[in-house]
């Protein structure tokens, strides 16, 4: 098993930067491959939650087009975790936002093998 625990929501104005972190715990050394997701908070649908970013064991990492060139995946192998900075935040990009890890390195919501509880990004315009 593998705890994921998010940390660094909050509320930001539009133009800001939060950077959010994700500790992982446990059996991590089956883990190929870490995700950030994002659900709007009024939708209650789990499978409809966005792909952010990712980022591989061997240290790629893909964004959503919706968040290149704003978002930067990376991580602290030392301290097991994964971090998510977003500048130039607008308020589209208000959402709860998960932490994901997968065992296996083909991306998407079905293939994430646990999840953190998430934390709320909120932006004001």
């Known amino acids: 098993q593998v705890q994921l625990a998010e940390s660094g929501g909050g509320l930001v104005q539009a133009g800001g930067s939060l950077r959010l972190s994700c500790t992982a715990s446990?059996?991590?050394?089956?883990?190929?491959?870490m995700d950030w997701y994002r659900q709007d908070p009024e939708n209650e649908r789990d499978y409809e939650r966005e792909?952010?970013?990712?980022?591989?064991?061997?240290?790629?990492?893909t964004y959503a087009n919706f968040v290149k060139g704003r978002f930067t995946i990376s991580r602290d192998s030392a301290k097991n975790t994964v971090y998510l900075q977003m500048n130039s935040l607008k308020p589209e990009d208000t959402a709860v936002y998960y932490c994901?890890?997968?065992?296996?390195?083909?991306?998407?919501?079905?293939?994430?093998?646990?999840w953190g509880k998430g934390t709320l990004v909120t932006v004001s315009s």
């Open positions: 994901a890890a997968r065992r296996g390195l083909v991306p998407g919501i079905g293939s994430v093998d646990f």
């Open positions: 446990g059996d991590l050394f089956s883990i190929k491959a």
């Open positions: 792909l952010v970013a990712s980022i591989i064991s061997g240290g790629d990492t």
